[in-house]
């Protein structure tokens, strides 16, 4: 399995910007996947962006252009840059890191940091 421990986060107004990191540690070698989902009150985990093992990236529409996913190999962290932060991007923002099972994936989970955005 893998851990996953996030920092950053926190409250901030809209227009500003933040930074999330996540380092993973464990079974690194077998993560096909590892990206960063949030959740809102009352809504359901959503995609934010993710790095595929082939190195492709996938934004969600609502964040493109403002977040950008970046890894350092070497450190085994996978951060996200947030900018131009609007009230709606407020979420538990978790760290996930997909290991392939057969047909499907294991997802795993940071504890998840808190970004607040207030107008």
């Known amino acids: 399995q893998v851990q996953l421990v996030e920092s950053g986060g926190g409250l901030v107004q809209a227009g500003g910007s933040l930074r999330l990191s996540c380092a993973a540690s464990?079974?690194?070698?077998?993560?096909?996947?590892m990206g960063w989902y949030r959740q809102a009150p009352g809504e359901q985990r959503e995609l934010v962006a993710i790095?595929?093992?082939?190195?492709?990236?996938t934004y969600a529409g609502t964040v493109k252009g403002r977040f950008t996913i970046s890894r350092d190999n070497a450190k085994n962290t996978v951060s996200l840059q947030m900018n131009s932060l609007k009230p709606e991007d407020t979420a538990v923002y978790f760290c996930?890191?997909?290991?392939?099972?057969?047909?499907?994936?294991?997802?795993?989970w940071g504890q998840g940091t808190q970004v607040t955005v207030s107008s």
């Open positions: 790095f595929t093992r082939g190195g492709s990236t």
């Open positions: 996930n890191a997909r290991i392939p099972s057969g047909n499907s994936y294991i997802n795993n």
């Open positions: 464990g079974s690194i070698s077998s993560i096909s996947a």
